[in-house]
């Protein structure tokens, strides 16, 4: 299984951008979907996690009511929408799957495959 990840960049404090996980070698329906960041010289952060059918999904705190999390099957995509962004958003941005039997994973140890990671930078 293989994950790409796209749609970083550099924004001004308060836009919006839409990262996209293409999944490939596999069928994006057999997985959960799992959003993580890591900014320099900190460990790695659950953002969002998406099951199976798109039915549930979980952000965590410090993004709640700014990111949303969704997924098209049928394009083998997961996407994370994210508004008002804030400085404190900066960094890398990676998708990642997991096979196993739930959906509520927040620790990136339960993950399989991993993408490349997106940059994300918000600055004035």
């Known amino acids: 299984v293989q994950l790409q990840a796209s749609g970083g960049g550099i924004v001004q404090p308060g836009a919006s951008l839409r990262l996209s996980c293409v999944v490939s070698?596999?069928?994006?329906?057999?997985?959960?979907i799992g959003w993580f960041r890591q900014a320099l010289g900190e460990e790695r952060e659950f953002v969002a996690v998406s099951s199976r059918t798109g039915g549930s999904s979980h952000v965590a705190d410090s993004v709640k009511g700014r990111f949303t999390v969704s997924r098209d099957n049928a394009k083998n995509t997961g996407y994370l929408q994210m508004d008002s962004l804030k400085p404190e958003d900066t960094g890398v941005y990676y998708c990642?799957?997991?096979?196993?039997?739930?959906?509520?994973?927040?620790?990136?140890?339960?993950?399989?495959?991993w993408g490349q990671g997106t940059q994300v930078t918000v600055s004035s």
């Open positions: 070698g596999g069928t994006s329906a057999d997985y959960v």
């Open positions: 990642a799957v997991t096979g196993k039997i739930n959906w509520y994973y927040i620790s990136w140890r339960d993950y399989q495959y």
